[in-house]
Antibody
Framework: QVQLQESGPGLVKPSETLSLTCTVS??????????WSWLRQPAGQTLQYIGR???????DYNPSLRSRVTISLDTSKNQFSVKLTSVTAADTAVYFC????????????WGRGILVTVSS | DIQMTQSPSSLSASVGDRVTISCRAS??????LNWYQQKPGKAPTPLIY???NLQSGVPSRFSGSGSGTDFTLTIDSLQPEDVATYYC?????????FGQGTKLEIK
């Protein structure tokens, strides 16, 4: 059973950088059949795609966040990470990591989510 | 970017009812449409992928249909544990995008 777990600070100051890591339990981060994704959900709102990374290191970002976001992969640790710079209160949300399955074209496994609040 | 529109935004039905939720894409996404269920404080869980394929472990009372721009999620014989918000999501292109959600309650 695949498990994903987000970790990182729950509070970030405005203008600083939000950094989160997702640990994948089953080592499938070494498989080329998946994309490793970040999404977020502000309170009471729908889900927003932040971006994803493939095993080869190819990245794709939501155009609305592209200038501020970087996703990276560390297969030796079965982890992938997201950095979002110059955060504001509008970046306050629950952040999820998820596996985007190339076979089913859906997000088939999700982390539990981590609430990140941007506040001074 | 592809916009996803769900209807209704909220729905109240009785146990045992048949419930349908609609999702429309702003352009053709062929059959690359997925459905998720999200309960309060939890991550979304996948229900249906590529329009009509049931995710492993999902009860058979859930089904999906559609292609192109118009899709439907159907729950046959609504159960109390189905109270949740349901989201559609297009898997046709990036950036991936979701509908605004349909909140389902029991009468």
């Amino acid at each position: 059973q695949v498990q994903l777990q987000e970790s990182g600070p729950g509070l970030v100051k405005p203008s600083e950088t939000l950094s989160l890591t997702c640990t994948v339990s089953d080592g499938s981060s070494n498989s080329g059949s998946f994309y490793w994704s970040w999404l977020r959900q502000p309170a009471g709102q729908t889900l927003q795609y932040i971006g994803r990374i493939s095993l080869s290191g190819s990245t794709d970002y939501n155009p609305s966040l592209r200038s501020r976001v970087t996703i990276s992969l560390d297969t030796s640790k079965n982890q992938f990470s997201v950095k979002l710079t110059s955060v504001t209160a509008a970046d306050t949300a629950v952040y999820f990591c998820a596996r985007d399955n190339d076979s089913t074209e859906n997000f088939d496994y999700w982390g539990r989510g981590i609430l990140v609040t941007v506040s001074s | 970017d592809i916009q996803m529109t769900q209807s209704p935004s909220s729905l109240s039905a009785s146990v045992g009812d048949r419930v349908t939720i609609s999702c429309r894409a702003s352009q053709s996404i062929r059959r690359y449409l997925n459905w998720y269920q999200q309960k309060p404080g939890k991550a979304p869980t996948p229900l249906i992928y590529t329009a009509s394929n049931l995710q492993s472990g999902v009860p058979s009372r859930f089904s999906g249909s559609g292609s192109g721009t118009d899709f439907t999620l159907t729950i046959d014989s609504l159960q109390p544990e189905d109270v949740a918000t349901y989201y559609c999501q297009q898997g046709y292109s990036t950036p991936r995008s979701f509908g605004q959600g349909t909140k389902l309650e029991i009468k």
